[in-house]
């Protein structure tokens, strides 16, 4: 019963832990941070897209790291910056500019102090 408790309490503790997590990037104003996407490639024309912008953060650096081959599969870097204090929601498509249909969607919270 003695080994019980702690192991008790310490699963508590993890479980209100990782549900407080209310932002994926807590930054302070002028602070960077770096979302990682992978894709497919650049030539097969699907690229990630910033979907939703406001006055909170802001884009200054996006760049593709191929993994081996120039037009083959990698990683887009984009680079944020928090421009000004508040919560924002970073929504990025993964789709061909000029089709409708979105392959991929991913969404970041983000408090900017």
Request: some cysteine; glycine content about 8%.
């Amino acid at each position: 019963m003695k080994r019980v408790i702690p192991l008790f309490v310490s699963l508590l503790t993890l479980l209100f832990t990782s549900c407080s997590k209310d932002y994926d990037y807590e930054i302070v104003v002028d602070e960077q941070f770096v979302l990682n996407l992978e894709t497919s490639g650049m030539g097969s024309g699907y690229s990630w897209q910033w979907e939703k912008k406001d006055d909170i953060s802001d884009t200054i650096g996006r760049e593709f790291i191929p993994y081996e081959f120039p037009t083959g599969p990698g990683v887009e870097r984009w680079t944020f910056v928090g421009k000004r204090k508040g919560t924002t929601q970073i929504k990025m498509i993964y789709k061909r500019p000029w089709e409708t249909e979105i392959i991929d969607k991913r969404e970041y919270n983000v408090k900017v102090r």
